[in-house]
């Protein structure tokens, strides 16, 4: 028997992994079973290019718990230990990681969750255990078992065990605070979180399992109840397989795997599978945006060769994509390390724009090939796409391939198709294209009807970061303007010459503009006199663009005019000099029945815009019931 003291160069070690981690305790689990996976890999490895002669089976690892003895014990048949290397890798490598570690920490005690990256792996059983154990035996021929004992001072034993089987037995004899670890649902949680696909099956107890009945049994047969092993995990997650060997079922299937508790359906799938410049496999799914949709649940999930590191990837995924669900797995991200390490790191970066670029083309050969089911999924995809476009310049340019323009005729147009089409109509005198847009078909509807009777064409953009975008565009391609179509009336959204005839003079409409002014609240209402055709409607409330489009930006954070968010609504109230209406009202006598007629079409123009309530509503139909009287 051997017994030796650990070199650290603190006195003593266990104490401050504790308090250093304190926070992330569980994780000593997945640390074990991760050092049992790689040793059973090992094993197999060796087994493929001959090392190791003869059958090794099918290795499992095993994870007990003795409530009762205040055990847990994680068991694999992996390539197991010698005494020498026990020395080597257990006593002395693993502690020049936890040297380091203290070199490099000891004064930023909060700076957690570095483990693994220093080889600690092994030594986070001490934030449980008070002591543990290690018993293993190496493949090698003619290796001798042994026993390997530390309780968490940095003195340890090591001597000869008896033990027959190949592989490794850690002991932890848990510690009494932390006695929640030897809840059985307790393990079965972290195994669910941290372990669900890694690569080697993971037996925790057995279940019943109910034998199917022979075809020709006897009614009365009884079918036969047998004891299986309970194995945790599923070590052949679909991400790992080739897209070729997957259906569209199996990607649904796995994803119901992924997220138990979900129900609806993906909209489709992307497959990644990356070997150069780094390493990277995945699936990425976009799911159904609905409104009570939680962006804290069911995120994508990240890993590390099958083994779950955290399902927040803030800065490995771009922003954009953070809605999308799945998981990704490259070996080139460290295990367990800070966020700003992450971030920082250079691997991550690259893997942040070649999802960027892959989700770009995956959308635009979902486009190529089924245009329609493409048109039919774009209402639940547009917010993460307009989201792209804004934020990721790489993605913008290549969304003018898959991007669409929906009209508020539910036709779908790509920025060129679009351009192609309303290009002989609606550019204006200046040549610039005008584009129109609405947001809201029922509110805007006279304002959409009026556009499409000059055959002008009508968008539908109703996402809440529309504005933000169109201004994006509008800074890109050349000569284009986006303008609600409630902005103005629409011959002045579209001007196709300079000046128009009144009908009124320029003493009229001085004499008129007053009047009007008296009965319409001005705080609120510019008044503007305008020739426009004879057959549109006296009274019109327009909202400019660039105002309504400042306090939208404003309003979805970002961009736009400082302060604007906060001003008072303001609107133009246009009163065409060319409708007989507006002749009529001035040429009336009755002090009183003008302010009534003016007081009429101004309601009526509210009305229209959806913005006459309440009071104001009332006193509109009970005056409107008299008029008619
Ligand atoms: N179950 C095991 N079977 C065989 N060897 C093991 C086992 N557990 C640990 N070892 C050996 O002990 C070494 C130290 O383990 P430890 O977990 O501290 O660090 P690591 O696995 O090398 O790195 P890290 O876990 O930080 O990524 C391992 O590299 C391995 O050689």
Redesign the pocket.
């Known amino acids: 028997m051997a017994t030796g003291n650990i070199k650290v160069t603190a006195e003593n070690i266990f104490p401050i992994i504790k308090k250093f981690l304190y926070s992330d305790h569980e994780i000593f689990l997945r640390?074990l079973i991760?050092?049992?996976t790689?040793?059973t890999l090992k094993l197999k490895h060796l087994s493929t290019i001959g090392e190791i002669k003869g059958d090794i089976g099918e290795p499992i690892i095993e994870i007990k718990v003795d409530k009762d003895k205040k055990e847990i014990r994680i068991i694999?048949q992996?390539?197991?230990?010698t005494g020498e290397?026990v020395e080597k890798?257990?006593n002395q490598?693993?502690f020049s990681?936890a040297e380091e570690f203290l070199e490099k920490y000891k004064d930023k005690v909060e700076d957690s969750g570095i483990?693994?990256h220093?080889?600690?792996?092994?030594?986070s059983s001490f934030m449980v255990a008070k002591k543990v154990e290690i018993f293993?035996k190496s493949y090698q021929k003619g290796a001798k078992a042994v026993r390997w004992e530390c309780d968490g001072s940095p003195e340890y034993t090591l001597e000869e065990t008896k033990r027959k089987e190949r592989g490794?037995e850690?002991v932890l004899h848990i510690d009494d605070d932390s006695t929640e670890f030897l809840e059985e649902h307790k393990i079965n949680e972290l195994l669910n979180k941290y372990n669900k696909f890694m690569p080697i099956p993971i037996k925790f107890g057995t279940r019943e399992e109910t034998l199917p009945l022979a075809e020709d049994a006897p009614k009365d047969a009884k079918p036969e109840k047998i004891t299986v092993d309970n194995i945790v995990n599923n070590p052949n997650p679909a991400w790992t397989k080739s897209p070729n060997d997957l259906k569209d079922e199996d990607y649904k299937a796995f994803y119901r795997e992924l997220y138990p508790m979900q129900f609806e359906e993906p909209l489709f799938h992307i497959h990644l599978n990356v070997d150069y410049p780094f390493h990277l496999t995945g699936i990425l799914y976009f799911p159904k945006l609905s409104k009570n949709l939680d962006p804290t649940k069911d995120r994508i999930q990240l890993y590390q060769n099958q083994v779950f590191v955290t399902d927040n990837v803030e800065g490995i995924v771009p922003d954009f994509l953070q809605m999308l669900r799945g998981v990704i797995d490259s070996p080139d991200i460290p295990?367990n390390v800070s966020r700003s390490y992450l971030q920082s790191d250079a691997a991550v970066k690259k893997i942040a724009s070649y999802i960027t670029r892959k989700v770009a083309d995956k959308l635009t050969s979902l486009f190529k090939k089924d245009r329609k089911a493409f048109e039919e999924k774009w209402n639940d995809i547009k917010v993460i796409i307009e989201y792209g476009m804004l934020s990721e310049d790489k993605f913008f340019e290549k969304s003018d391939k898959f991007a669409l323009y929906p009209t508020v005729d539910k036709e779908y147009f790509v920025w060129s198709e679009l351009e192609e089409k309303i290009k002989p109509s609606q550019t204006d005198k200046d040549d610039k294209l005008i584009v129109l847009y609405a947001s809201d078909v029922k509110a805007q509807h006279s304002y959409i009807d009026a556009a499409k009777e000059k055959g002008y064409t009508v968008l539908l953009l109703d996402s809440p970061i529309v504005s933000h975008l169109l201004q994006k565009l509008e800074g890109s391609k050349k000569d284009v303007q986006f303008v609600r179509v409630d902005a103005d009336h629409i011959d002045n959204l579209i001007k196709k010459e300079d000046t128009k005839i009144s009908k009124l003079s320029d003493e009229e409409k001085e004499k008129l503009k007053p009047i009007i002014e008296k009965v319409i609240p001005k705080e609120t209402y510019t008044v503007q006199l305008e020739a426009l055709d004879s057959n549109a409607n006296p009274f019109i409330i327009t909202q400019p663009e660039f105002m309504r489009r400042m306090k939208e930006m404003q309003a979805t954070g970002g961009g736009g005019m400082m302060g604007m968010g906060n001003f008072p609504e303001m609107y133009n109230l246009v009163v065409n000099t060319n409708n007989d209406l507006v002749s009529e009202i001035l040429s009336t006598k009755t002090k009183k029945k003008q302010e009534r007629l003016i007081q009429q079409a101004f309601d009526l123009a509210k009305l229209s815009q959806g913005l006459l309530q309440g009071e104001e509503l009332t006193n509109f139909i009970k005056r409107s019931f008299q008029m008619v009287k």
Do not use: Q
Request: hydrophobic content about 45%; overall charge negative.
């Open positions: 640390e991760s050092n049992a790689d040793a694999d992996g390539v197991g230990m290397e890798y257990i490598m693993a990681g483990i693994g220093f080889g600690l792996g092994f030594y293993t490794t850690i295990l």
